[in-house]
């Protein structure tokens, strides 16, 4: 696995798009290094040199947590859902994105969008 952690001092009202930049950026780097081994079609279905990618081929998961330290409760977005303005009658097909915030301030863990019961704090 990949792991990634952002600190942040102040509440970032866009941060589940940073998130998803980051990790996206560390998976289009493994795709791309991938990539690079079927320059020729050889030993390759039509699909899997189109796509530069064996139907086998695995990436590794990628693990972004933002922990929070600020001095203000978080009340920013944690999901990329909450950062927009969704009609109820298409929200099922809007794909979503959360991100792994963990609020640090005064000593105390405030663990979002992760199974509080599993985690201390």
Partial sequence: ?????????????????????????????????????????????????????????KLIPVITVVVYYGEKPWNGAASLHEM????????????DYKMILVEAGQNECKFHNVDNENSSG
């Fill in 84 to 95: 927009l303005n969704i009609p109820e009658e298409v929200v099922q097909y809007v794909n």
């Fill in 1 to 57: 696995m990949i792991f990634g952690m952002e600190n942040q001092g102040y509440i970032h009202y866009a941060m589940p798009m940073r998130v998803m930049g980051y990790d996206y950026g560390a998976y289009k780097k493994q795709y791309d290094s991938n990539a690079k081994k079927y320059k020729a079609a050889e030993g390759l279905s039509e699909d899997e040199y189109l796509s530069k990618m064996r139907e086998t081929d």
